[in-house]
């Protein structure tokens, strides 16, 4: 193999090597970007349902009466309809 050919084969390697570089650094094009109106609303949701699984510990492990009880679950069901 001679100088020119040798040249012609490290230019080839390198384009392709940049080639492959760049096609791997770009996101997938059916893949939204973190920072979406998607996302930020997956995160409300997930503290909305973060608060409420809370909400539901403390009311399930507090040693109250069965009435007391009661008036706890409607009260919640009212912050929820608001």
Same mark, same amino acid.
């Given at each position: 193999? $001679?100088?020119?050919?040798?040249?012609?084969?490290?230019?080839?390697?390198?384009?392709?090597?940049?080639?492959?570089? %760049?096609?791997?650094?770009? =996101?997938? =094009?059916?893949?939204? =970007? %973190?920072?979406? %109106?998607?996302? %930020?609303?997956?995160?409300? +949701?997930?503290?909305?349902?973060?608060?409420?699984?809370?909400?539901?510990?403390?009311?399930?492990?507090?040693?109250?009466?069965?009435?007391?009880?009661?008036? +706890?679950? +409607?009260?919640?069901? $009212?912050?929820?309809?608001?």
């Amino acid at each position: 193999m $001679g100088p020119f050919e040798m040249v012609v084969a490290i230019v080839i390697v390198v384009t392709v090597g940049s080639i492959v570089k %760049a096609r791997m650094s770009q =996101p997938a =094009p059916d893949q939204p =970007p %973190a920072d979406s %109106a998607d996302a %930020a609303r997956m995160r409300e +949701e997930i503290r909305t349902l973060r608060e409420r699984v809370q909400v539901l510990e403390r009311v399930i492990t507090d040693n109250h009466s069965s009435s007391s009880l009661d008036r +706890e679950i +409607e009260r919640l069901r $009212g912050e929820d309809r608001n």
